[in-house]
């Protein structure tokens, strides 16, 4: 007898634990039976009744696409026979119910909290790093930059790809972003570098930050060359480098918490525990005292009711339709479907078959809390325990930078095929609940919740694994992709037509 997994009673579709060949027989726990009619990969689905052409596959209690052809139960069930559920979405049908918000429970408050300890900035935010930050504003611009980064391996490097012959909307867009990234309470000290006549300059990102951190700026052709700006950027490095060695980190509590989160190379494991248990982290952050932010919009769509079910308002839940509504028209607008993008390959060969069936595992990473606010990129939360929803795309460096950009100062980023991916300004803990991923990609893994998958250890047990390591790199002990160098960037910037 071969092991399976059904989400909820209501499911039509079974997900393999174990790979299933014609003619074996599928249980779920000590219940339900199925005999395979085809081979089925791990973590991919088979059908647990008929499904009839056009009839709905059922997935979490949610539709999650509709079968192309008559599906007949033990049969695989994937891109080959059922397309999606999402298909020229629009942000009208949907409602929102006051009564379906319901506030997180007292149980979930720590009686003895254990300590945290960071630095306490000016404004009053609190870092777990205290970082020299040294921003290039425009591509002409990075090789300085660039190179100091090779110099000084403590030292965060960030290149611009853009900067300059740029639209007022990307124009908007950067200002935001780097000034997020500059005012990260992480970041202890920035230094701005740009060549003197790009879309904004070096000198007024210096002007917008100078009275909140130690902050300079460097002007290539101010200095006459790049070499040039390389030696004063090396003394401004060394500055500030010695002005904070002398900071020491104070105790806080959980409000000091800016939990941002993500998921990347997902797969079927990524929905069923990764996801989940990032969710149940993020509960006791709000719950006691803490803010979390959610973002990835390109993967909320066919998951969009559940947010809209923890929406503290109507306001707070028209909010999030109008940013998946941007989002799609952006789509749109050059003849194209995000649906067309998104799953993507990986996530298609790790068993995740429509972006809806994504999308319902995507939007388990906020957990429970109600969604306060809807935030920009560049936008900071504001300072109030709460979950928050990001603008944020889905392409990894881009996420978890732009999550970055609005304050997280520790990362909780899930991987079901693996992933390498870190940030430059935030730790980026990286778990996973897949077999595969434990077997193939362990280097890059901090946290392994693969004995939640398999049954053999509660989802209590494996949040309380993934918070103690939170905590442990709150206070300063490595994640893997700072040991490793992880520092992948990328831009949430169009490419303007000049």
Known sequence: MKKALKYTDSDNVFTALEELFPGDEARVGSGETVLVKEHIPVGHKFACADIPRNGPVYKFSHVIGYAEENIVKGAYVHVHNVRDAVKKWTAEGHSFSSEAVKELPDSLLIPNPPKLYGYRRKDGLVGFRNHVLVISTVVCANTPVEDIGREYRDVITISNPTGCVILPNDVARLKALLLGLARNPNVGAVIFCGLGCEAVNADWYYEQIKDEKPAACVIIQNEGSCDAAYEKLNRLVLDMKGLLAGQKREEVGFEAVRLGTKCGGSDWTTAAVANPEIGAVS??????????????????????DFLLKHARTAEVAQSILNLMEETYQKCESVGRHVEEGNPTPGNIEGGITTLAEKALGNVKKGGNAPIEKTIRIGEYPPRRAGLYIAENPGLDPISLLCLTSSGANILLYSTGRGSPVGTPVAPSIKLTASPTSKKLFSAHIDVE?????????????????????????????????EIKGNREVAFPLAVSPL
């Open 449 to 481: 919740l693969t004995d939640v998958t398999m049954g053999d250890e509660t989802m209590e047990s494996g949040a309380d694994r993934l918070l103690k390591k939170l905590i442990d790199v709150c206070n300063g002990e490595l994640c893997i992709a």
């Open 283 to 304: 509960d006791i952050i709000v719950k006691n005292g803490g803010i979390s932010m959610q973002g990835e919009t390109t993967g909320w769509f066919g998951g969009e």
